[in-house]
């Protein structure tokens, strides 16, 4: 289910990266759209790099897989992308998915109350999304 402002996409994933990414969100606790959604918004605000920026082309078996983003995340997240030479978004999100189930990127959260929440600052990176918290993927 999306968040407020989220909308649906349809990356193509492979079957095998689309499970273990799943089998570690399972263990960890966490819904896989929400690790997804963390990983690009992360990503696009500049707080979390790719060990690698290929997908393993042995992999195969791709289709199209719900993930859901904001508009901005989304289009801040291609932007660096091609920054980066990754080849596509599909391509993005299987490398961030690959690299959470292999353990190099982790969840990292922490509870706070109504009013701590509220209190804050909201961070953006240039030309980046609005509203997203630092740190909450970081790389191992």
Do not use: C
């Amino acid at each position: 289910m999306p968040a407020t402002g989220e909308t649906e996409r349809a990356p193509s994933i492979a079957k095998t990266v689309w499970d273990a990414a799943g089998e570690r969100a399972r263990g960890d606790g966490l819904p896989l759209t929400w690790v997804t959604s963390r990983a690009l918004t992360d990503y696009a605000a500049g707080h979390l790099t790719l060990p690698r920026t290929t997908t393993d082309a042995a992999t195969g078996n791709r289709r199209g897989r719900s993930v859901f983003a904001s508009d901005g995340v989304w289009n801040a997240a291609d932007k660096r992308r091609t920054e980066d030479g990754v080849r596509s978004m599909s391509a993005l999100v299987e490398i961030l998915l690959a690299a959470y189930a292999r353990g190099e990127i982790h969840t990292h959260a922490r509870m706070v109350t109504t009013d701590q929440r509220d209190t804050f600052p909201l961070a953006e990176a240039p030309d980046g999304p609005m509203g997203t918290m630092p740190r909450s993927l970081s790389a191992a």
